[in-house]
Protein backbone atom coordinates (compact mmCIF):
# COMPACT_ATOMS: atom_id res chain seq x y z
CA UNK A 1 0.00 0.00 0.00
CA UNK A 2 1.31 3.30 -0.95
CA UNK A 3 0.44 7.34 0.12
CA UNK A 4 1.57 9.90 -2.11
CA UNK A 5 2.16 13.23 0.04
CA UNK A 6 3.26 16.42 -0.82
CA UNK A 7 5.80 18.99 1.61
CA UNK A 8 5.74 22.21 1.21
CA UNK A 9 7.46 24.57 3.98
CA UNK A 10 5.92 28.05 4.38
CA UNK A 11 8.18 30.39 5.91
CA UNK A 12 8.28 33.44 8.11
CA UNK A 13 5.96 36.10 5.83
CA UNK A 14 8.46 38.82 6.73
CA UNK A 15 11.29 36.99 5.94
CA UNK A 16 10.17 35.23 2.44
CA UNK A 17 9.39 31.97 1.51
CA UNK A 18 11.87 28.90 2.11
CA UNK A 19 11.06 26.06 -1.12
CA UNK A 20 11.35 22.44 0.31
CA UNK A 21 9.36 20.66 -2.29
CA UNK A 22 8.96 16.82 -2.43
CA UNK A 23 6.72 13.65 -2.96
CA UNK A 24 6.35 11.07 -0.39
CA UNK A 25 5.15 7.65 -1.00
CA UNK A 26 5.06 5.27 2.10
CA UNK A 27 4.38 1.39 1.63
CA UNK A 28 4.99 -1.13 4.12
CA UNK A 29 6.94 0.58 6.43
CA UNK A 30 6.79 -0.28 10.28
CA UNK A 31 4.13 1.23 12.73
CA UNK A 32 6.77 3.05 15.32
CA UNK A 33 7.11 2.19 19.09
CA UNK A 34 4.71 4.00 21.46
CA UNK A 35 4.12 4.47 24.78
CA UNK A 36 0.91 3.01 25.54
CA UNK A 37 -0.66 5.40 28.08
CA UNK A 38 0.81 8.64 26.08
CA UNK A 39 1.50 7.62 22.70
CA UNK A 40 4.58 9.28 22.04
CA UNK A 41 6.92 7.19 20.19
CA UNK A 42 9.49 6.01 22.59
CA UNK A 43 12.16 4.59 19.81
CA UNK A 44 13.78 6.49 16.70
CA UNK A 45 12.98 4.10 13.81
CA UNK A 46 11.65 4.20 9.88
CA UNK A 47 7.16 4.89 9.99
CA UNK A 48 5.08 4.35 7.51
CA UNK A 49 3.37 7.64 6.80
CA UNK A 50 0.40 6.76 7.35
CA UNK A 51 1.36 5.53 10.90
CA UNK A 52 2.39 9.43 11.83
CA UNK A 53 0.16 11.27 14.19
CA UNK A 54 -0.22 15.03 16.03
CA UNK A 55 2.79 15.16 18.42
CA UNK A 56 4.75 13.04 16.43
CA UNK A 57 8.41 14.46 15.61
CA UNK A 58 10.95 13.33 12.91
CA UNK A 59 13.36 14.22 10.73
CA UNK A 60 12.66 15.64 7.51
CA UNK A 61 16.07 16.78 6.48
CA UNK A 62 17.18 13.45 4.29
CA UNK A 63 14.26 12.53 3.07
CA UNK A 64 14.32 12.18 -0.81
CA UNK A 65 11.30 13.05 -3.39
CA UNK A 66 10.14 9.86 -2.79
CA UNK A 67 9.76 7.67 0.36
CA UNK A 68 8.51 4.79 1.71
CA UNK A 69 9.51 5.43 5.39
CA UNK A 70 9.80 8.34 7.94
CA UNK A 71 12.45 8.86 10.19
CA UNK A 72 10.64 9.44 13.52
CA UNK A 73 12.29 10.20 16.58
CA UNK A 74 11.06 10.69 20.49
CA UNK A 75 10.38 13.90 20.75
CA UNK A 76 12.65 14.38 23.42
CA UNK A 77 16.08 13.48 20.83
CA UNK A 78 16.89 15.70 18.42
CA UNK A 79 14.54 16.58 15.21
CA UNK A 80 13.70 19.43 12.37
CA UNK A 81 10.19 18.04 12.56
CA UNK A 82 6.92 17.84 14.59
CA UNK A 83 3.23 17.59 13.31
CA UNK A 84 1.01 19.74 15.42
CA UNK A 85 -2.45 19.31 13.92
CA UNK A 86 -4.34 17.44 11.00
CA UNK A 87 -7.73 17.66 9.31
CA UNK A 88 -9.64 15.06 7.28
CA UNK A 89 -11.23 16.67 3.95
CA UNK A 90 -14.44 15.75 3.31
CA UNK A 91 -15.33 12.79 0.68
CA UNK A 92 -15.76 13.49 -2.89
CA UNK A 93 -13.85 13.76 -5.33
CA UNK A 94 -10.64 15.17 -5.09
CA UNK A 95 -10.87 18.33 -5.52
CA UNK A 96 -7.29 19.63 -6.90
CA UNK A 97 -4.16 20.64 -5.38
CA UNK A 98 -4.88 24.38 -6.02
CA UNK A 99 -8.04 23.89 -3.40
CA UNK A 100 -6.43 20.89 -1.06
CA UNK A 101 -3.30 23.26 -0.92
CA UNK A 102 -6.07 26.52 -0.01
CA UNK A 103 -7.45 24.43 3.01
CA UNK A 104 -3.91 23.23 4.10
CA UNK A 105 -2.56 26.95 4.17
CA UNK A 106 -5.93 27.88 5.98
CA UNK A 107 -5.97 25.40 8.49
CA UNK A 108 -2.14 25.44 9.11
CA UNK A 109 -1.64 28.41 9.57
CA UNK A 110 -4.67 28.97 11.84
CA UNK A 111 -3.21 26.06 13.95
CA UNK A 112 0.34 26.92 14.13
CA UNK A 113 -0.69 29.99 16.02
CA UNK A 114 -3.08 27.93 18.42
CA UNK A 115 -0.05 25.33 18.60
CA UNK A 116 2.97 27.29 18.86
CA UNK A 117 1.76 30.69 20.87
CA UNK A 118 2.37 32.57 17.77
CA UNK A 119 1.46 33.52 14.57
CA UNK A 120 4.64 32.89 11.63
CA UNK A 121 4.43 36.31 11.05
CA UNK A 122 4.15 37.56 14.56
CA UNK A 123 8.22 36.53 15.09
CA UNK A 124 10.58 38.59 15.89
CA UNK A 125 12.57 38.40 12.69
CA UNK A 126 15.45 39.43 14.62
CA UNK A 127 15.07 36.25 16.83
CA UNK A 128 17.98 33.97 17.30
CA UNK A 129 15.26 30.81 15.93
CA UNK A 130 12.50 31.52 13.99
CA UNK A 131 9.98 28.95 13.31
CA UNK A 132 7.84 27.96 10.04
CA UNK A 133 5.36 25.40 9.13
CA UNK A 134 4.33 23.39 6.08
CA UNK A 135 1.77 20.53 5.18
CA UNK A 136 1.84 17.02 4.14
CA UNK A 137 -1.03 17.52 1.60
CA UNK A 138 -3.15 14.53 -0.85
CA UNK A 139 -2.08 14.55 -3.87
CA UNK A 140 -5.12 12.98 -7.11
CA UNK A 141 -3.41 9.42 -6.82
CA UNK A 142 -3.20 9.04 -2.77
CA UNK A 143 -6.95 10.80 -2.01
CA UNK A 144 -8.47 8.17 -5.26
CA UNK A 145 -6.21 5.39 -4.78
CA UNK A 146 -6.30 5.49 -0.61
CA UNK A 147 -8.85 7.95 0.40
CA UNK A 148 -6.55 9.72 1.37
CA UNK A 149 -7.80 13.04 2.90
CA UNK A 150 -5.65 14.01 5.62
CA UNK A 151 -4.06 17.05 5.67
CA UNK A 152 -1.20 17.20 8.32
CA UNK A 153 0.47 20.20 9.79
CA UNK A 154 4.45 20.11 10.49
CA UNK A 155 6.34 22.49 12.85
CA UNK A 156 10.20 23.16 11.99
CA UNK A 157 13.05 25.19 12.70
CA UNK A 158 12.79 27.95 9.58
CA UNK A 159 16.79 27.19 8.87
CA UNK A 160 16.31 23.47 7.79
CA UNK A 161 19.73 22.98 9.21
CA UNK A 162 18.16 23.36 12.42
CA UNK A 163 17.19 20.74 15.11
CA UNK A 164 15.27 20.82 18.46
CA UNK A 165 15.05 18.91 21.56
CA UNK A 166 11.39 18.33 22.76
CA UNK A 167 7.96 19.77 21.08
CA UNK A 168 7.72 22.99 20.03
CA UNK A 169 4.22 24.12 21.73
CA UNK A 170 3.84 26.95 23.22
CA UNK A 171 7.52 28.02 22.39
CA UNK A 172 5.94 31.14 20.29
CA UNK A 173 4.26 32.56 23.54
CA UNK A 174 7.38 31.56 25.71
CA UNK A 175 9.90 34.13 22.97
CA UNK A 176 7.18 37.04 23.52
Known amino acids: MS ?20 TMTACGADEPK ?14 DVFALQVGDCFNSADLEA ?15 SEIYAEHKMAKGDY ?3 TVVDAKA ?38 WKRLDD ?5 VAA ?3 ESEQVTGSLKGVGAAAK
Open 105 to 142: EEFCEAEFATFFGSAVDEQDPEAEKLYAWWPLTPTSEG
Open 34 to 47: RDEPSGQITEASDA
Open 66 to 80: EIEEVPVVPCGEMHD
Open 3 to 22: RTTVISRLAVATIGAVALVG
Open 149 to 153: RVIQC
Open 157 to 159: PYD
Open 95 to 97: PGE
